[in-house]
T-cell receptor, first 113, second 113 residues
Framework: DADVTQTPRNRITKTGKRIMLECSQTKGHDRMYWYRQDPGLGLRLIYYSFDVKDINKGEISDGYSVSRQAQAKFSLSLESAIPNQTALYFC????????????FGSGTRLTVV | DQQVKQNSPSLSVQEGRISILNCDYTNSMFDYFLWYKKYPAEGPTFLISISSIKDKNEDGRFTVFLNKSAKHLSLHIVPSQPGDSAVYFCAASDTGANSKLTFGKGITLSVRP
């Protein structure tokens, strides 16, 4: 099993629908992150959580919300999806004891039509 | 304001030759730098890192050089192989307790057989 698992892998949804992307990890890391990747824009941070009771906005949090249900689970919600939220979404985990590197999931390709 | 810049969106290199991928940063608080590699349909994976106390770190065919005065780092791949064809992201952080990685836009490397 992958260290960081994202579900679903692909999703097409309609404008205005609520959608949740899920992330679970077996690394035992306290820190979890949600990024989106757009062509020509790289990886941009949406939200991050340093432990179960900690939630922080990243650089592009508008239109998104998150929930940290447990150390191992961090979900991203789009309350009312819009077409410019079409992107590749990545969940990542990290631990301060591991040289600050991140472990990424395989991504969720979301298309909003 | 982009704090980590990868100004070239793509690079094409002949197999066996050297690939040089460049990255510039503007935040003088950054003191840890990483390179990630990403294949299509996969999440980014950690490649190599360097701390600001060093100016070079080598791992097999991959070497990262850091020029702190110029706020510039580069990744050298020698010799380049077709399997190195991927998107490469430069990332940087400070080493504080609340540090997070800031990513560049990425560069697509194509190694021609």
């Amino acid at each position: 099993d992958a260290d960081v698992t994202q579900t679903p892998r692909n999703r097409i949804t309609k404008t205005g629908k609520r959608i949740m992307l899920e992330c679970s990890q077996t690394k035992g890391h306290d820190r979890m992150y949600w990024y989106r990747q757009d062509p020509g824009l790289g990886l941009r941070l949406i939200y991050y959580s340093f432990d179960v009771k900690d939630i922080n906005k990243g650089e592009i949090s508008d239109g998104y919300s998150v929930s940290r249900q447990a150390q191992a689970k961090f979900s991203l919600s789009l309350e009312s999806a819009i077409p410019n939220q079409t992107a590749l979404y990545f969940c990542a985990t990290s631990d301060l004891t591991e040289d600050y590197g991140y472990t990424f999931g395989s991504g969720t390709r979301l298309t909003v039509v | 304001d982009q704090q980590v810049k990868q100004n070239s969106p793509s690079l094409s290199v002949q197999e066996g030759r050297i690939s040089i991928l460049n990255c510039d940063y503007t935040n003088s608080m950054f003191d840890y730098f990483l390179w990630y590699k990403k294949y299509p349909a996969e999440g980014p994976t950690f490649l190599i890192s360097i701390s600001s106390i060093k100016d070079k770190n080598e791992d097999g065919r991959f070497t990262v050089f850091l020029n702190k005065s110029a706020k510039h780092l580069s990744l050298h791949i020698v010799p380049s192989q077709p399997g190195d064809s991927a998107v490469y992201f430069c990332a940087a952080s400070d080493t504080g307790a609340n540090s997070k990685l800031t990513f560049g836009k990425g560069i697509t490397l194509s190694v021609r057989p």
